[in-house]
């Protein structure tokens, strides 16, 4: 079946400026998570998604960055005045239900943000 | 603060030896610890995952050992093939506390010579 899938594969911006970056998860997964992943570096967790519990949003590294889940499927992250720290690659994943046995995170194969 | 570490950055081995990445953890609450491995220019992929309640956990050709006394974990691949080439990352996670957010180690690169 279909995986994770991410949009777009590759995002240039200019410093200041607004992106917006979508997740659609494998279908039926509830719970969905944003990780970044700088040049050479390992996945930092930005936010989680479960049902419709309020967002974990622990990671999110200040105020420009936010993200939504609408209908409990497609998430869009947003990152406001972009500047160049923020270059990096953003990945999604989503489980079927953490918890239990079966919530292993699936990966989509990310997007890679250059703020020039 | 909490944090997965790896010992080695990068990992060199022949096609057909057997190949032990290793990751020392620091939070000892975590209950779930998972091996990703990930290719250049994609996602990570999920390898195998072992609970707390357990110290070994076999897969096709890969096995975990998860040593909760010094806080390791230890993914080793058999017969290592070309294929295996990328990095490899342990993660962990404390359900009970964090839901289902994961923490990443650095990664270890793995290299297979033909």
């Known amino acids: 079946g279909a995986g994770v899938s991410q949009s777009p594969s590759n995002k240039v911006t200019e410093k200041g400026k607004d992106v917006e970056l979508r997740c659609d998860p494998i279908s039926g997964h509830t719970a969905l998570y944003w990780y970044r992943q700088s040049l050479g570096q390992g996945l930092e967790f930005l936010i989680y998604?479960?049902?419709?519990?309020?967002?974990?949003k622990s990671g999110l590294p200040s105020d420009r960055f936010s993200a939504e889940r609408t209908g409990g499927s497609v998430s869009t992250l947003t990152i406001q005045r972009t500047q160049q720290e923020d270059s990096a690659v953003y990945l999604c994943?989503?489980?079927?239900?953490?918890?239990?046995?079966?919530?292993?995170?699936?990966f989509g194969p990310g997007t890679r943000l250059t703020v020039l | 603060g909490e944090s997965v570490g790896l010992h080695l950055p990068t990992l060199s081995v022949q096609e057909g030896d057997n190949s032990i990445i290793n990751c020392a953890y620091s939070?000892?609450?975590?209950?779930?610890f998972i091996w990703y491995k990930q290719e250049s220019g994609k996602g990570p992929q999920f390898i195998i995952d072992?609970?707390?309640?357990?110290d070994k956990r076999q897969g096709q050709r890969v096995t975990v050992l998860l040593n909760k006394t010094v806080k390791h974990l230890s993914l080793q691949i058999a017969a290592t093939q070309p294929g295996d080439s990328a990095v490899y990352f342990c993660?962990?996670?404390?359900?009970?506390?964090?839901?289902?957010?994961?923490?990443f180690g650095q990664g270890t690169e793995l290299s297979v010579k033909p």
């Open positions: 994943a989503s489980s079927a239900e953490p918890g239990l046995s079966t919530d292993t995170q699936y």
């Open positions: 939070n000892s609450a975590s209950d779930y």
């Open positions: 072992i609970r707390s309640n357990m």
């Open positions: 993660a962990e996670n404390t359900r009970r506390n964090q839901g289902g957010k994961l923490i």
């Open positions: 998604f479960q049902g419709n519990s309020a967002p974990d």
